[in-house]
């Protein structure tokens, strides 16, 4: 069978196991799932202040939406990324943290890891609404592009789960991985264009007359990210209010595939042995 059929098969299981993720992730606190809503809305006053008003980051406005709201600007990125560390690092530990459950009963092993990611992408997705209206109310169009912006989130999802199918064996096997992966996780995040926007890393590699790494054009390997792509895909669909270019979707959906594709493979090849190493 393959992973999309025992996860059909176990639908029940993966929608109890999501139920589960999300009314557990702030249970017994005061605000409950008011937290998640606020943690981004704290990180994103803290880095609209620091980039901001301190550092005077600038951005461009809209095209053609006409928005020139920096937190705006900064939450299209900011919001997706949080999203998808949160559910990476999150999936990447759903074995470990489930051990007993792995070495008492039978069952497809990668709903562990889905029902992780999908209790991130509800709340993804109420952070998405809040920041539509927020749009709506600074005069831009969101509600034009929404479901092309769900597709993007379905497709972030993806890229997230396969990331975090493999993570999660090599987490089992290597516990250094959680620790690595936080690191790598930092250095990513400013690799791609979350607090400033991308044609700062054009603007600097022109001010320095080109910059190559081993031939290959600084612009290139800058745009091999594929968060890069999420990302662009995002701020066009909501911020600017503008179908994104082929070269961002085509960027995002491969990176997807592959990835995902090479996710289930190493699941696959491992899970059989996940009760003994846990």
Known sequence: MTALGDLVASRELLVNLTLREVRGK??????????????????????????????QTHVPAGDPSGLDVFALFLACGLLPWTFFSGALSAGMGA????????????????????????SFVVTFLTELGVLTV??????????LYLPLVLVVVALLAGFALGLGLVLSIANVYFRDTSYLVALLLQFWFYLTPVVYPASLVDDAVVRRGGLHVLGVPAQTLYRLNPMERFIALFRALLYDGRLPGA??????????????????VVFRRFSPRLAEEL
């Not at 051990?99 to 890891?113: D, H, I, N, Q």
């Open 134 to 143: 927020l749009l709506l109310v600074f005069g831009g169009r969101p509600l």
């Open 26 to 55: 702030y249970k017994r606190t005061a605000l409950g799932q008011g937290w998640s809503l606020l943690n981004p809305v704290a990180t994103l006053a803290i880095f609209s202040l620091v980039f901001g008003v301190l550092l």
């Open 95 to 118: 074995l470990v943290l489930n051990a007993g459950l792995v070495k008492k009963v039978y069952f497809p092993r990668e709903v562990l890891v889905t029902s992780t990611v999908l």
């Open 247 to 264: 070269g961002d979707w085509l960027g995002a959906v491969v990176a997807t595939g592959v990835v995902l594709a090479l996710g289930v």
